[in-house]
């Protein structure tokens, strides 16, 4: 059974820091991309960070470059959002997707991710 589970979300100040985790089964976890996507209320979703298989190489959306990083475990079960310096328009559902690629073909488009989590609340306020 495929499965990503996020976890970490929750209430943080402007400025603070909350760290994403992202766990995925069911899976050879470290032969596909991972991404980040956030949903906000009454907007699309929108994608945020992605990584290659073996972090290989990474994507950021430009409106987090420089306050988030993604990352993930060596064996590539956990994929991380830190995310630093937080806004309040960073509040959203995030949520964490897998492509069927080693690499993120497409970047941060969102019709290239096949696989999705539920979904953890951020809110900065």
């Known amino acids: 059974h495929v499965q990503l589970v996020e976890s970490g979300g929750g209430s943080e100040q402007a400025g603070g820091s909350l760290r994403l985790s992202c766990t995925a089964s069911?899976?050879?976890?470290?032969?596909?991309?991972m991404g980040w996507f956030r949903q906000a209320p009454g907007k699309e979703r929108e994608g945020v960070a992605a990584m290659d298989a073996r972090g290989r190489g990474t994507y950021l959306a430009d409106s987090v470059k420089g306050r988030f990083t993604i990352s993930r475990d060596n064996d590539g079960s956990t994929v991380y959002l830190q995310m630093y310096t937080l806004k309040p328009e960073d509040t959203a559902v995030y949520y964490c997707a897998r492509q069927n690629w080693e690499y993120c073909n497409s970047g941060l488009r969102e019709y290239a991710y096949t696989i999705w989590g539920q979904g953890t609340q951020v809110t900065v306020s």
């Open positions: 069911g899976f050879t976890r470290d032969r596909y991309c």
